[in-house]
Every structure is written in structure tokens, then in C-alpha cells.
């Protein structure tokens, strides 16, 4: 196996015989070859797309199959190797559409016309086709940027056709932009440009998916929520899947059964749709990395809608449930209903064996700070900014790790002046939303947006200021970017950002592996991408800017 794809890749090149993450070398290698075999399907979706022919079915397969791979998400060989049979079966149906409307079947490419029904043929072709096949080093880390992003836009994809949002450009920009990764007359600079594109692809399906959530269940409003417990048995659901959020609320409505949120559903609170529900108690834990402890206490079933799943343990493993990408040998999954609604009865017998939750936190944390918010607020953050009251804002986004260099983000938190404000949306904010940074005239010194695609909130943010302040660039306001990354979310995102013209972000605790030191160059040539030092000079090297 080679796998570079996040940030705890191993010794900062790749995890090679078994990932960090817990990943198993048969399945790393079963992703790549999904992913390899999902381009030459692209090749057929596409040229059936130019025909007319409705290509809704293979658009959302392909879109999983890119889902299934990111991180933290599914583990299972089992899983994979479905997946991939079901590739070849939509490749055929593809074809014969083609050639019922007269198009063009002639794909030479092995990735669209390999095949075999053995699983031991597929393992070994499985080892031929992951990035190390690519020999050029600023060739490969171009594809890998392409590729890791393309996976990040399948999840906020995802999420938004879960909600009945969809747009067909997203769909054929993906794919095309898997194909390309197979194209070796594209040049460096072709390649560029396409990282560019996938940004603003990026910048495409963060608004999407906030359009599907804020029509669905509500603009985010400013919300307390209680990080204690009360003494009734529980459910914990985790991942980002809101629709999964709603069927579990309603299904558990009135069974005397409580739900708490965990990791990156805690933003659901902020939903007005989901404040109707008074069994809807609070969150339970922290970031994600943390759940091989908190689970044991939790004592209920818990519920994976997407990642971050890590290996579970023994003790608490019969209590995870899986849905949607998420996957694990010996996990039970939800059964999906014929109406495309989950069945959570099996969940809610479970939890009504299970002794409620251990209390690990009392208290309360504030969130609910996504644009609409923020805006309602913009005289009183404008008049802060003009006043002085508020000197800089400082982005904070993205994803939290178990990596100890983290404890940076919690001291540079506690380092900021007091006239700064943190905006933060993805998990990266469990380093610092339980400190007491107290507030600004009324405005507390942390506003969380929401989940990682949220981040799209923070830019609606700053584009606002832009204006009101009557400025050229994005780049003029005080605002600095000290980006936390761990999977390929967030690379959708900083590609956004780039996108949007973001300058000089800097993206910690390490820059990812798979830049190639050119690569790497042009970034920081073109884009001032920095990564980060140590709180002290960092913090000087921000006021300062
Ligand atoms: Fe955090 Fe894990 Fe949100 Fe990332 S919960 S690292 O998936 O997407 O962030
Ligand atoms: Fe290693 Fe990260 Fe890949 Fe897991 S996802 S195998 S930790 S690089």
C-alpha cells in the first residue's frame, strides 16, 4: 500500500504497511483500484452525458464510491470489493446505452476496460495502480491535490444530493477531473489550472450544500448547547449527515430514548428544525481522535453517518452502528427503507438496554455563527472593526488530529489578544470552544460556523466585509487564516479559499505529503501558503502582516 492522503500520513511521506489510521493494506489498495476503475466508468458517464442519456445513478455511484475512500470513513475490504463489482455491472449498462443512441464505445484505457470476477486478481491488480505508479514527483503530487480534493467535493456532494440538491455540473466537473489525472500529454501547468477549477468547484458545492441545510432545517441560529447529560439511556450520532440527523430524531421521538450529538454534528443544534425536539440533550465528547475513550462512557449505541471512524475497540464495537460510507468488518450497518429512509428500530432497542451516558463534562458551549447570523450582526461587528474594539479576526477552521503538535492551536487560542476574534468552523474548533476567550461588546471572541463545508460561511463572512468596507481585495481585510487540516475535506476547502483568492494561509500542524517541493513552491510563490512555527512568532508574524 501508499497512502499520503492526510495529514498523519506516516513520517510526513506515506503509511506504507498499514496506515495510522488503522487502515489495512488490502483495503488502501482496493480504494486506489476503486478509484482507478471509477475513472474509466467516468469515461463512459461522460460520453453518455454528451448523448443525453440521464446519468443520475452512476453520478451519485461514482460520487460514493470517491466518498468511501477519504479517510476515517470505511474500513471495509468487504465493502470495496462490492463496490467495484458493481463498477464493471454500471460500465456495461453504460455501454449498451451508449450504443442504443449511437455513441461512442471505443475506450481503450485499462481503467475502463479491465476486468475480472476473481478477488485474489483484483488484489493483485489493486497494487499496480495507486499513486507510486506515477513516476513523475510534481506529476503525482498535482494528481494528488486533484484527486484528494475531487474526494473532498464527493462529500459535500453527498451531503447535498441526500437533501434532493443536486447540480449536474458538480457531477461532470468530478469526473472529468478524474480523467484528467489519467491524461499524461497534460502539462504541469494544465495541472494548475485544474487545482484551480477544482477550487472553484469547491466554492460551488460548499454554497450548494448550504442552500440543501439552510432550506431544509433552517438558518443556523446563535445556540447553547449543553455538553452534560441527563439519566436517560441515549443514543450518540456522529459524522456530518444531517439527513441521517432528522430520520433519527423523529424515529426516536417519544421513546424515552435521548440523542447527543458527537464530533461534527454537534453544529445540528444550531438548526432551528432540530430545536423542536426536547429528547435532542446536548453533545457528548470532542473531536473525533477522542472517541476510543468517550465511546466506552457514552454506555449507548452509536451512530457513524460519514467520518471519522477510528478501529474500534472491543469493549464498546457492538454498539456501533455504520450508514452510508462509513464501513467496518463486524459493524452493524442501518437498514435502508424501499422509500430511501433509515430504519433506526434496531438503534433504539439497543438503547433502551443501555445504562445512560457517564458524564465526562458539565457545561455549555455557543455556536450557530454561519453567515446569516454573522450578517444580522454585521452593524455591530462593522462598528467593533471601525472602533478598534475588534482588531484582527483570526480563521480557524478545519480538522482536529491526535497528533501532540496540536496542543498548539490550543495555546495559540489562549495567546491571541483580547481584541481578536477566532472564526472557526470543522472540528478543529474542540482545541479551543471549551476555553473561557470571553466576548467582544456582546460578541464572543470563538464563532463556530458549523461543520468543515461551513468554512464556505466564513468566506460569505469576509466577501460581506469586502464590500462594506469598500475594499479591492479579499486580502485587505484584517483577517488571518491559521488553517488546521487532517483529510481531504479540508482540502476541498483550502482549494476553495485559493480559489476565492485567499492569500498567505497558513496550514498546519504539517504541510500535507504529497506537495512535491515544486509544487510546494508554486503555493507559496503564488499564494503565500505558509505553515506554521511556534505560538510565539506566529503570533508576531500575524499581528504584524
Ligand atoms: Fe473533522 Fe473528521 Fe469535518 Fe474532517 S470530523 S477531521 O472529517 O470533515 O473535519
Ligand atoms: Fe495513512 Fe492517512 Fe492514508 Fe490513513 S488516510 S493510510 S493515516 S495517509
Same mark, same amino acid.
Given at each position: 500500500?501508499?497512502?499520503?492522503q492526510? =495529514?498523519?500520513?506516516a513520517? $510526513?511521506?506515506? $503509511?506504507?504497511?498499514?496506515?495510522?489510521?488503522?487502515?489495512?493494506?488490502? *483495503?488502501s489498495?482496493? @480504494?486506489?483500484?476503486?478509484i482507478?476503475?471509477?475513472?474509466?466508468?467516468?469515461?463512459y +458517464?461522460?460520453?453518455?452525458?454528451?448523448?443525453?442519456?440521464?446519468?443520475?445513478? /452512476? !453520478?451519485?455511484?461514482?460520487?460514493?464510491?470517491?466518498?468511501?475512500?477519504?479517510?476515517?470513513?470505511?474500513?471495509?475490504?468487504?465493502?470495496?470489493?462490492?463496490?467495484?463489482?458493481?463498477t464493471?455491472?454500471?460500465r456495461?449498462?453504460?455501454?449498451? =446505452?451508449?450504443?442504443?443512441?449511437?455513441?461512442?464505445?471505443?475506450?481503450?484505457? !485499462?481503467?475502463?476496460?479491465?476486468?475480472?470476477?476473481?478477488?485474489?486478481?483484483?488484489?493483485?491488480?489493486?497494487?499496480?495502480?495507486?499513486?507510486?505508479?506515477?513516476?513523475?514527483?510534481?506529476v503525482?503530487?498535482?494528481?494528488?491535490?486533484?484527486?484528494?480534493?475531487?474526494?473532498?467535493?464527493?462529500?459535500?456532494? #453527498?451531503?447535498?444530493?441526500?437533501?434532493g440538491?443536486?447540480?449536474?455540473?458538480?457531477?461532470?466537473?468530478?469526473?472529468?477531473?478524474m480523467?484528467?489525472?489519467?491524461?499524461?500529454?497534460?502539462? /504541469?501547468?494544465?495541472?494548475?489550472?485544474?487545482?484551480?477549477?477544482?477550487?472553484?468547484?469547491?466554492?460551488?458545492?460548499?454554497?450548494?450544500?448550504?442552500?440543501?441545510?439552510?432550506s431544509?432545517?433552517?438558518?443556523?441560529?446563535?445556540t447553547? /448547547?449543553?455538553?452534560?447529560?441527563?439519566?436517560?439511556?441515549?443514543?450518540?450520532?456522529?459524522?456530518? #449527515?444531517?439527513?441521517?440527523?432528522?430520520?433519527?430524531?423523529? @424515529?426516536?421521538?417519544?421513546?424515552?430514548i435521548?440523542?447527543?450529538?458527537?464530533?461534527?454534528?454537534?453544529?445540528?443544534?444550531?438548526?432551528?428544525?432540530?430545536?423542536?425536539?426536547?429528547h435532542?440533550v446536548?453533545?457528548?465528547?470532542n473531536?473525533?481522535?477522542k =472517541?476510543?475513550?468517550?465511546?466506552?462512557?457514552?454506555?449507548?449505541?452509536?451512530?457513524?453517518?460519514?467520518n471519522c471512524?477510528?478501529?474500534?475497540?472491543?469493549?464498546?464495537?457492538?454498539?456501533?452502528?455504520?450508514?452510508?460510507?462509513?464501513?467496518?468488518?463486524?459493524?452493524?450497518?442501518?437498514?435502508?427503507?424501499?422509500?430511501g429512509?433509515? !430504519?433506526?428500530?434496531m438503534?433504539?432497542?439497543?438503547?433502551?438496554?443501555?445504562?445512560?451516558?457517564?458524564?465526562?463534562?458539565?457545561?455549555?458551549?455557543?455556536? %450557530?455563527?454561519?453567515?446569516?447570523?454573522?450578517?444580522?450582526?454585521?452593524?455591530?461587528?462593522?462598528?467593533?472593526?471601525?472602533? %478598534?474594539?475588534?482588531?484582527?479576526?483570526?480563521v480557524?477552521?478545519?480538522?482536529?488530529?491526535?497528533?501532540?503538535?496540536?496542543?498548539?492551536?490550543?495555546?495559540?487560542?489562549?495567546?491571541?489578544?483580547k #481584541?481578536?476574534?477566532?472564526?472557526?468552523?470543522? $472540528?478543529?474548533?474542540?482545541?479551543?470552544?471549551?476555553?473561557?476567550?470571553?466576548?467582544?461588546?456582546?460578541?464572543?471572541?470563538?464563532?463556530?460556523? %458549523? =461543520? $468543515?463545508?461551513?468554512?464556505?460561511?466564513?468566506?460569505?463572512?469576509?466577501?460581506?466585509?469586502?464590500?462594506?468596507?469598500?475594499?479591492?481585495?479579499?486580502n485587505?481585510?484584517?483577517?488571518?487564516? +491559521?488553517?488546521?487540516?487532517?483529510?481531504q475535506?479540508? *482540502?476541498?476547502?483550502?482549494?476553495?479559499?485559493?480559489?476565492?483568492?485567499?492569500k498567505?494561509?497558513?496550514?498546519?500542524?504539517?504541510?500535507?505529503a504529497?506537495?512535491?517541493?515544486?509544487?510546494?513552491?508554486?503555493?507559496?510563490?503564488?499564494?503565500?501558503?505558509?505553515?506554521?512555527?511556534?505560538?510565539?512568532?506566529?503570533?508576531?508574524?500575524?499581528?504584524?502582516a
Amino acid at each position: 500500500m501508499f497512502c499520503h492522503q492526510c =495529514q498523519e500520513a506516516a513520517k $510526513c511521506i506515506g $503509511c506504507t504497511t498499514r496506515g495510522v489510521c488503522g487502515k489495512t493494506s488490502d *483495503v488502501s489498495n482496493l @480504494q486506489d483500484l476503486l478509484i482507478y476503475l471509477l475513472k474509466g466508468l467516468s469515461m463512459y +458517464n461522460l460520453e453518455a452525458k454528451k448523448l443525453g442519456i440521464n446519468t443520475n445513478k /452512476v !453520478d451519485k455511484f461514482i460520487t460514493e464510491g470517491l466518498f468511501a475512500t477519504i479517510t476515517n470513513a470505511n474500513f471495509d475490504k468487504e465493502y470495496f470489493v462490492e463496490k467495484i463489482k458493481e463498477t464493471f455491472t454500471l460500465r456495461n449498462e453504460a455501454k449498451e =446505452q451508449i450504443i442504443k443512441e449511437g455513441g461512442n464505445v471505443n475506450i481503450t484505457h !485499462d481503467s475502463a476496460t479491465y476486468f475480472s470476477d476473481s478477488v485474489e486478481e483484483l488484489e493483485e491488480k489493486a497494487k499496480t495502480v495507486g499513486f507510486l505508479s506515477i513516476e513523475n514527483e510534481d506529476v503525482r503530487s498535482l494528481r494528488s491535490l486533484i484527486i484528494f480534493g475531487v474526494k473532498g467535493l464527493a462529500a459535500y456532494t #453527498d451531503h447535498a444530493f441526500r437533501l434532493g440538491y443536486e447540480d449536474d455540473e458538480i457531477y461532470k466537473f468530478m469526473q472529468e477531473a478524474m480523467v484528467a489525472t489519467l491524461n499524461d500529454d497534460l502539462t /504541469v501547468d494544465d495541472l494548475v489550472a485544474l487545482t484551480m477549477k477544482t477550487g472553484e468547484f469547491g466554492v460551488k458545492v460548499m454554497a450548494l450544500l448550504d442552500k440543501a441545510n439552510t432550506s431544509t432545517y433552517g438558518h443556523p441560529e446563535i445556540t447553547k /448547547v449543553n455538553i452534560g447529560v441527563r439519566n436517560n439511556p441515549a443514543i450518540l450520532i456522529s459524522g456530518h #449527515d444531517l439527513k441521517d440527523m432528522e430520520e433519527l430524531l423523529k @424515529q426516536t421521538e417519544g421513546t424515552g430514548i435521548d440523542v447527543y450529538t458527537h464530533s461534527e454534528m454537534l453544529p445540528a443544534h444550531y438548526y432551528p428544525a432540530f430545536k423542536k425536539y426536547s429528547h435532542f440533550v446536548g453533545n457528548y465528547g470532542n473531536a473525533w481522535w477522542k =472517541q476510543d475513550k468517550e465511546f466506552e462512557k457514552f454506555n449507548g449505541p452509536i451512530v457513524m453517518t460519514t467520518n471519522c471512524l477510528i478501529p474500534p475497540k472491543d469493549v464498546y464495537k457492538d454498539r456501533v452502528y455504520t450508514t452510508g460510507a462509513v464501513g467496518f468488518e463486524g459493524l452493524k450497518r442501518i437498514p435502508v427503507k424501499e422509500d430511501g429512509t433509515k !430504519d433506526f428500530s434496531m438503534v433504539i432497542e439497543h438503547a433502551k438496554k443501555c445504562a445512560p451516558p457517564v458524564e465526562i463534562e458539565k457545561g455549555e458551549i455557543v455556536g %450557530g455563527f454561519a453567515h446569516n447570523t454573522v450578517l444580522s450582526l454585521a452593524d455591530k461587528v462593522v462598528e467593533a472593526i471601525k472602533t %478598534g474594539a475588534i482588531k484582527r479576526f483570526f480563521v480557524m477552521a478545519g480538522c482536529d488530529g491526535r497528533m501532540k503538535s496540536r496542543d498548539y492551536y490550543t495555546e495559540f487560542a489562549k495567546a491571541l489578544p483580547k #481584541d481578536t476574534v477566532i472564526l472557526t468552523a470543522g $472540528c478543529a474548533k474542540y482545541r479551543y470552544n471549551k476555553l473561557d476567550l470571553g466576548d467582544i461588546n456582546g460578541i464572543p471572541r470563538v464563532l463556530d460556523a %458549523g =461543520q $468543515c463545508n461551513d468554512s464556505y460561511s466564513l468566506a460569505v463572512i469576509a466577501l460581506k466585509l469586502k464590500e462594506v468596507f469598500e475594499l479591492n481585495d479579499i486580502n485587505e481585510l484584517p483577517i488571518s487564516y +491559521n488553517i488546521a487540516w487532517y483529510e481531504q475535506k479540508a *482540502v476541498i476547502v483550502l482549494l476553495a479559499l485559493l480559489y476565492l483568492g485567499v492569500k498567505n494561509i497558513h496550514l498546519g500542524p504539517t504541510l500535507p505529503a504529497f506537495l512535491s517541493e515544486n509544487v510546494a513552491k508554486v503555493l507559496v510563490e503564488n499564494f503565500g501558503i505558509g505553515g506554521i512555527t511556534n505560538v510565539e512568532d506566529d503570533l508576531k508574524m500575524f499581528l504584524e502582516a
